[in-house]
């Protein structure tokens, strides 16, 4: 005749089958510690819980994706003028000021937004840009001169 004993019942060195408490007072019944089928059912209703949230993430990704920044809309567009463009991309807060490079975008970085006055980073380069429906009045940090940019219509 075999023993049975776990780590819990070594103390009583009595099979679990024989044992009708356990250390913790909890019953035992039949070998099962009814404790750990709690548990046990506690864990299996997790993942239920997980495709629930999931189902919601998904139903509410379409929202998330195609949902445009309403704040910066009014700086995404390709802004051209005598010796420079500009490529902003708001949605996803990427900038090119380099025509010659049209691979490389830096990371848009804003500063401060006063109205219509934005103060903004293209990779290390500061502006200072007041946007005007089409019309761009452009600031560059180490130039004294302002440049006027117009948004260039998509094709």
Do not use: Y
């Not at 848009?108 to 089409?134: A, K, P, Q, Y």
């Amino acid at each position: 005749m075999s023993r049975i004993v776990t780590a819990r019942h070594r103390r009583s060195q009595l099979p679990i089958a024989a044992a009708s408490h356990d250390d913790a007072g909890r019953s035992v019944i039949d070998g099962r510690d009814p404790w750990h089928e709690r548990n046990d059912m506690m864990v299996a209703a997790l993942p239920r819980r997980c495709v629930a949230g999931l189902i919601w993430a998904v139903a509410l990704l379409p929202v998330m994706v195609w949902a445009k920044p309403a704040g910066l809309a009014f700086m995404q567009g390709v802004w051209s003028g005598p010796g420079l463009q500009l490529s902003l991309d708001t949605e996803r807060m990427l900038a090119n000021a380099d025509p010659t490079k049209p691979f490389q975008w830096d990371a848009l970085v804003i500063r401060n937004i006063s109205d219509r006055m934005v103060t903004f980073w293209i990779g290390e380069r500061r502006f200072i840009g007041l946007f005007d429906g089409d019309a761009l009045s452009l600031s560059i940090e180490g130039s004294l001169e302002t440049m006027r940019l117009e948004r260039r219509s998509a094709h």
